[in-house]
Each structure stands twice: as C-alpha cells, then as structure tokens.
C-alpha cells in the first residue's frame, strides 16, 4: 500500500477509528514522566520526546499475570477445580510505539512463541490482539545505538503500521495488513512528503551512528566458555547493585517466577517480573545457587543477549539499542562498553 498522509488536526477522527471496539493506549505526560497510558484525546498525544521511561513490554508481559485459578472440590470431595484465566476480551491499540521498542517484540516473540513447545499462551493472546502504530525516531538521545544492534529511528520491523512526523500532518505507511481498512480513506502522500521522510531518516540515522554504539561482530566466532572466563566480569561486577534496574526497564527482559496465592479453599497461579541480577532467581531448593555469586549475575545478563539468544535465535540480538539501562543504571554500567569489552 502506497505511503498515506494524515493531518495532525485530523487525528480525532484517526483515533476514533482505531477505538472502534479497542482499548487505545499511548506514551503521555504522566506527573511529568513520559508513560504509557490509555488515550482520551488526540490533544494528549506526544510528538517531541525521546521515549518513554519503561517499555510497553507490561502491554503483553504484565509485571503481575494471573495465569489460572482453582478452588477446592466442596465438603467430603477430594480434588481442585482448575478455572482457566480468561483471554484478553478487548483488543487493543498502541499508538507512538517507538521503533525500538517494537523490535523488542519480535526478540521476544522468538522467546514466547518460537515452536510448539516454548508456546506462550498468555503472550500470544495479546499480541495476537493488538495493532501497533509506531513513531519514527526523528530526534534520538545521545544513549540510542539502535543502528549497532539491528534495528533503527526509523524501523518498521514488529509494527503494524509506522508514523513519520512531517511537522503539521504525518507520513502513514501501512507495514502489515492489520491497519489496511484503517487508512483506507487517507490521501496519498506526495513525493515531497517522501523526500522530507527519506531525509529526516538519514539525518536520525546519522545522529545514532554518531552515538557510542556497540560492536558485535566477533561474539558469533568465540567459544561460549572463552568469553564466560573472560576477564572483565569481575570488573564489571564489582560496581554493579543487582538492583535490577536494568532488567525491568529493559524491552526484551522476560525473566518471570511463578506463585501460588491462597486464600481459604481458593487460590490463583500468578506469575511476577523477576530477574537474573536476583540472587534469589536461580536458588535452589536445597539452598545451592548456581549463580551464588554477583560476577555470575552480571555475566549472565549480558551472555545472554549478546551470546546465549544470538546462537540459539539464528542470530537475533537480545538487545535493541533503546538505551534505557545506560540511562537509569545507579552506578552507570554501561552496556556498550561491556559488549565492546566482550567483542574485544
Ligand atoms: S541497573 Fe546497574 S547496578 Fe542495577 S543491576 Fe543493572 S547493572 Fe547492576
Ligand atoms: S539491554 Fe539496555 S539498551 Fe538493550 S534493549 Fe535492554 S534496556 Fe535497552
């Protein structure tokens, strides 16, 4: 489908068609923090800001998801009832989705979804039901490195459709079937409305690849075990808080524990964020901790989305660039130099 135009003093009438029979939510002025949140008016909706503090991941992957629920059989019977938790009733939408984060969902969709046996119903159901409107990176933050990791400003990979911000009216391009009916009647954009598109790109790419990025091209060829015995990893450790910090701002993290809560004769199986930097994540049962110590924590974190998920996703970085944990890391890990490290 041909590139559409849509101006911003038309967008009351764009979101009242995305809400017809969805939940539409978007990245807003939240007490004076960039947050997801469900969209009541066009006059809501951001256009200049880097990104939002957390992914939407919670969208899909809920910090606290109630997986089934079950309740004792009455009086003298033995069992439990199992009730199934029921799907997501409403679709929904999320609108100004940076690239990035939507790249995020395709990694994770590799992990949730990849074959039969790692089929995750809960995530499947909402992305499943969920249409993604993306706003294309026109002015990155000095902590984006997207480009170095395979995404970009200006991406389309995991979105439905994606937004370019041309000033007073917005470049509508259609990237998969879902919003077809919905820019139907938008007019067609014109080739100087491409051209600005096309140069606004460039100038967002360039300003990424003038950002510290990281290189990855050696961890493919290296050993698993030459670079878990490689050097730096106490190095890194010795600074680090294992606050988790990192991990549960960052888009593609979907470490999680599962509960059960208990109440009477009547329960619910839930399942929590967690996160490798915890020292209780791997504990076992018998107290011993395959990863007891906080170099084993630090190490895993990045093995895993530089080396374990590239050589077991046919190459897939577990990593989109989006810079958050460079951001809000306490004592400023940063994660382009430790992969720069590992590369080297
Ligand atoms: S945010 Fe920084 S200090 Fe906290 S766990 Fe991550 S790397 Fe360690
Ligand atoms: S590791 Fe850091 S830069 Fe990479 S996706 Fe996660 S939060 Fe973003």
Redesign the pocket.
């Known amino acids: 489908m041909a590139e559409k135009i849509l101006a911003k003093d038309q967008l009351d009438q764009f979101l009242g068609k995305l809400a017809e029979g969805r939940e539409v939510f978007a990245p807003q002025d939240v007490e004076g923090k960039v947050a997801w949140a469900p969209l009541e008016a066009a006059a809501d909706l951001l256009w200049d800001f880097s990104n939002s503090d957390m992914s939407p991941k919670d969208y899909f992957f809920p910090q606290t998801e109630c997986m089934m629920r079950f309740v004792n059989k009455a009086d003298d019977e033995m069992g439990m009832i199992m009730q199934a938790e029921p799907e997501l009733n409403t679709p929904r939408a999320l609108i100004n989705m940076r690239p990035c984060d939507a790249k995020a969902f395709q990694v994770l969709d590799l992990i949730f979804m990849q074959d039969e046996m790692t089929d995750d119903f809960y995530w499947r159901d909402k992305r499943e039901k969920s249409l993604l409107v993306g706003l294309a990176c026109n002015d990155p933050c000095p902590t984006c490195f997207c480009t170095s990791v395979g995404c970009g400003p200006h991406h389309e990979t995991g979105l439905d459709v994606l937004l370019v911000d041309l000033g007073d009216k917005l470049l509508v391009k259609a990237v998969s079937d879902k919003a077809a009916e919905l820019l139907a009647e938008l007019p067609e954009a014109e080739q100087a409305d491409l051209d600005q598109a096309a140069e606004l790109k460039k100038a967002a790419e360039d300003m990424v690849e003038a950002n510290v990025g990281v290189a990855t091209d050696q961890l493919e060829g290296r050993e698993v075990m030459e670079l878990y015995e490689a050097a730096l990893w106490p190095r890194v450790a010795e600074s680090?808080?294992?606050?988790?910090?990192?991990t549960y701002c960052c888009p593609t993290c979907h470490c999680f524990d599962i509960q059960d809560e208990v109440q009477g004769d009547e329960g619910r199986r839930v399942r929590n964020w967690d996160n490798c930097?915890s020292w209780l994540f791997t504990v076992h049962g018998t107290g011993h901790n395959p990863r007891g110590s906080k170099t084993h924590r630090?190490r895993q974190r990045f093995m895993h989305k530089f080396k374990y998920i590239p050589d077991k996703r046919g190459g897939e970085i577990g990593c989109v660039g989006c810079g958050r944990?460079v951001q809000?890391?306490?004592?400023n890990?940063d994660v382009r130099s430790v992969v720069n490290d590992m590369n080297a």
């Open positions: 680090c808080l294992n606050c988790g910090t990192c930097m630090v944990c809000l890391c306490p004592v890990i």
